[in-house]
């Protein structure tokens, strides 16, 4: 009887516990879909502001921002990442105009997006990230994120130290209420693959020696002890759907809030399957989702996020 399953079901679902990652391309004047992640698109600067405005119509409770700088403005340093008026902190403005302080403005801080050779940083005379350089890019992204009015933001790049800097660098600038959501456990993984189009990344080779091995958890505790040290207000897991087990184990753990990101080729699996007519689109969603929440999100980062916000606050959970 469905009433009364939905009276027992240990694990529910609620429009707060989303949030919505969104692409915002400079230069263009209209939204450009992402072919890889059918439904989703690079936004411009007006469509993100009415894709935020519909997110908090529908009950969810943050978005990620992510920018997409012209090619001709990304460089070896990433240095449209830390420019005042680069289209990330322009999107941060704008969304922050639009919503306020109704939606928890995040965003992603990190330099892939900005640099030309596509890495989470900047590179040595070898051609290799350069951590400890690396961070004080990091500090100064904190900070023009931060003046530009970004509620939390989401250091991504797994570099040695990054939370602690970030910490600092906010802090120094009186932005002791900024928040950091820690990218704590951040596996390399083939599932970031439509991303690579979202952001249009100029990644040539992979990011096997800051990321984690998709087959180690002891690790992960590590970062994540890391992390709270440093001074992360929560922390995240990501990819989700393939570490249920390491995010019930950070759950298990931590008295900070837990997120766990679906990521883009999660997205990708279920919305071409479902296009091939092999699975029940709706169903595949919700189960993906009830499985994060099971294993211990408090928080989920998906593409999903307004659409399935909607459904649940219609009675369609
Ligand atoms: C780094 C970043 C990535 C994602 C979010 N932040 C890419 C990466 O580390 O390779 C992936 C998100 C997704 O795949 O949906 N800026």
Redesign the pocket.
């Known amino acids: 009887m469905p009433a009364l399953r939905r009276m027992v079901a240990e694990t529910r679902l609620h429009p707060a516990d989303l949030i919505l ?1 969104a692409f915002v391309r400079e230069g263009i004047t209209r939204p450009v879909p992402i072919q890889a992640m059918p439904g989703v698109v690079q936004h411009t600067r007006d469509t993100l502001r009415k894709a935020a405005v519909e997110a908090l119509e529908a009950g969810v409770s943050g978005i990620m921002l992510f920018g997409v700088p012209e090619d001709e403005k990304k460089d070896a340093a990433g240095t449209a990442g830390t420019d005042p008026d680069g289209i990330l902190q322009v999107a941060i403005r704008d969304v922050k105009a639009e919503v306020g302080d109704e939606l928890v403005i995040m965003s ?1 801080l ?1 330099l ?2 900005f640099t030309d050779h596509g890495h ?1 940083g900047v590179l040595d005379a070898e051609g290799r990230v350069d951590n400890d350089a690396t961070l004080e890019r990091y500090a100064e992204m904190a900070q023009v994120q931060a003046d530009a009015g970004v509620h939390v933001v989401g250091p ?2 797994m570099m040695d130290g990054q939370v602690g800097v970030v910490r600092d660098a906010l802090d120094t600038i009186g932005k002791e209420d900024v928040s950091i959501l820690a990218y704590t456990a ?1 596996y390399s993984s083939a ?2 693959g ?2 690579r189009e979202a952001v249009g990344s100029s990644l040539k080779g992979d ?1 096997k020696t800051y ?1 984690q091995d998709p087959a180690n958890l002891r690790e992960s505790m590590r970062e994540l002890a890391l992390d709270l040290e440093e001074g992360a207000d929560m922390v995240m897991v990501k990819p989700a759907g393939p570490y249920l087990d390491v995010l019930a184990e950070v759950a298990a753990s931590v008295d900070v809030p837990v997120a766990a ?1 679906q ?3 999660e997205y990708a699996m279920v919305e071409a399957a479902a296009e091939k007519g092999w699975i029940d689109r709706d169903k595949a969603i919700l189960e993906t989702l009830t499985g994060i929440r099971r294993a211990g999100a408090r928080m989920i980062l998906t593409y999903w996020a307004t659409e399935v916000a909607r459904n649940l606050s219609a009675g369609r959970g």
């Open positions: 990652p992603d990190c892939d997006e989470c991504s790049g951040k599932f970031y439509p991303f990011r990321q990101y990521i883009s080729g």
